[in-house]
T-cell receptor, first 114, second 112 residues
Framework: DGGITQSPKYLFRKEGQNVTLSCEQNLNHDAMYWYRQDPGQGLRLIYY???????QKGDIAEGYSVSREKKESFPLTVTSAQKNPTAFYLC?????????????FGSGTQLSVL | SQQGEEDPQALSIQEGENATMNCSYKTSINNLQWYRQNSGRGLVHLILIRSNEREKHSGRLRVTLDTSKKSSSLLITASRAADTASYFCATPQETSGSRLTFGEGTQLTVNP
């Protein structure tokens, strides 16, 4: 089945630690996105990529880093500089790099701080 | 600031009733999309309405768009307990259509 796979589903971070969230898609989509969702709130864009080896900052990129070495993969690293990382992280993809008409989402990763 | 803002924040109805959610936005848009999110899950695209359309239907969903008022509504008819979820509107950003901005959502509870 085509789709987006996020792993792990739950992740715990110790203070001062970097953690990496995985996102893989087999939809052959060019564009991929990372969103952060806090309880009872909407989604805020962290980073996005429209082509391999290129990515752009979203609205809340500080404390996060990404890479896009393969079309299928767009991992997100939450660095120790992100002081409030507890949130639900959603990866998404889109077939088009122009005006978005539909995003496909993974099932999310819940990150908590120990 | 949020491009899309939903109203109400929470809505509780009985099975069989209709549910109406509203979304307001601030800038010119090319399209407006509605998504659904079950608790602890990813979002699922429901329907897209283009700026030159006034109304669109998909099954039990009816979406309207009023560009003069910069607002949209999502109507779910004959609601079911399985419709319980959060519903978000989203619009492409005016400066970069390749970025979607989401509202804060309406939490819909359908009681059996």
């Amino acid at each position: 089945d085509g789709g987006i796979t996020q792993s792990p589903k739950y992740l715990f971070r110790k203070e001062g630690q970097n953690v990496t969230l995985s996102c893989e898609q087999n939809l052959n989509h060019d564009a991929m996105y990372w969103y952060r969702q806090d309880p009872g709130q909407g989604l805020r864009l962290i980073y996005y990529s429209q082509i391999v080896n290129d990515f752009q900052k979203g609205d809340i990129a500080e404390g996060y880093s990404v890479s896009r070495e393969k079309k299928e993969s767009f991992p997100l690293t939450v660095t120790s500089a992100q002081k409030n990382p507890t949130a639900f992280y959603l990866c998404a993809s889109s077939a088009f790099t122009g005006t978005i008409e539909k995003l496909f989402f993974g099932s999310g990763t819940q990150l908590s701080v120990l | 600031s949020q491009q899309g803002e939903e109203d109400p924040q929470a809505l509780s109805i009985q099975e069989g009733e209709n549910a109406t959610m509203n979304c307001s936005y601030k800038t010119s848009i090319n399209n407006l999309q509605w998504y659904r999110q079950n608790s602890g899950r990813g979002l699922v695209h429901l329907i897209l309405i283009r700026s030159n359309e006034r109304e669109k239907h998909s099954g039990r969903l009816r979406v309207t768009l009023d560009t003069s008022k910069k607002s949209s509504s999502l109507l779910i008819t004959a609601s079911r307990a399985a419709d319980t979820a959060s519903y978000f509107c989203a619009t492409p950003q005016e400066t970069s259509g390749s970025r979607l901005t989401f509202g804060e959502g309406t939490q819909l509870t359908v009681n059996p």
